[in-house]
């Protein structure tokens, strides 16, 4: 079966200090890969998804970047990050090929930034 | 610009009743549509997907309608339980690429 991991699951970092968040699929080869972001009492925003290695797409410009190094690998990071970057972190995964496909959600990552 | 809108205000009902959420759309013309759940502090759960050409489908307690021509889906939990409190998402098919997009999401809160 298939399985998302995120990491790590809360971090406390300071104004202008480096991020970086991983996540991994296990049980599945080529599936689309998503960060979404999700403040305080909003909805889901979409960040970045990926439908291969190296093919990073960007939905809202920001302080973030996203990194798909290997086909099951997908990385959030951030050279100096903002107090507006505080929210919980979402990494997900679909099936790649089509759309009409289920997303599935890893555990989350919750960042204060300070 | 695309939107989706939800009950913005938090649904509270008494246990054994139907509970029903509402998911408005604009600037979509989605093939389908899907509901999640989440709880507090956790990821969305998947739990339905309808297309356009079912106007209504069914998983045990749950059953979500689509209505195109309304750009609206509703999706009704019967005999609620306690155990449903939670805040439900929807997500409509996005036509193009693969950025699926959420609803703000409707917080039920079922009460014994």
């Known amino acids: 079966s298939q399985t998302i991991h995120q990491w790590p699951a809360t971090l406390v970092q300071p104004v202008g200090s480096p991020l970086s968040l991983e996540c991994t699929v296990e049980?599945?080869?080529?599936?689309?890969l998503y960060w979404y972001r999700q403040a305080a009492g909003r909805g889901l925003q979409l960040l970045f998804y990926s439908v291969g290695i190296g093919q990073i797409s960007s939905e809202v410009p920001q302080n973030l970047s996203a990194s798909r190094p290997q086909d099951r690998q997908f990385i959030l990071s951030s050279k100096k990050l903002l107090l507006s970057d505080s929210g919980f972190y979402l990494c997900?995964?679909?099936?790649?090929?089509?759309?009409?496909?289920?997303?599935?959600f890893g555990e989350g990552s919750w960042l204060t930034v300070v | 610009s695309q939107k989706i809108e939800q009950n913005s205000e938090a649904l509270n009902i008494q246990e054994g009743k139907t509970a029903t959420l509402t998911c408005n759309y604009t600037n979509y013309s989605p093939a389908y549509l899907q509901w999640y759940r989440q709880d507090p502090g956790r990821g969305p759960v998947f739990l339905l997907l309808i297309r356009e050409n079912e106007k209504e489908k069914r998983k045990e307690r749950l059953k979500v309608t689509f209505d195109t021509t309304l750009k609206q889906s509703l999706f009704h939990i019967t005999a609620s339980q306690p155990a449903d409190s939670a805040t439900y998402l929807c997500?409509?098919?996005?036509?193009?690429?693969?950025?699926?997009?959420f609803g703000k999401g409707t917080s039920l809160l079922v009460t014994p």
């Open positions: 997500a409509p098919d996005p036509n193009s690429g693969y950025a699926l997009n």
């Open positions: 049980g599945t080869s080529n599936p689309n």
């Open positions: 997900a995964w679909s099936e790649g090929g089509g759309s009409g496909n289920t997303i599935y």
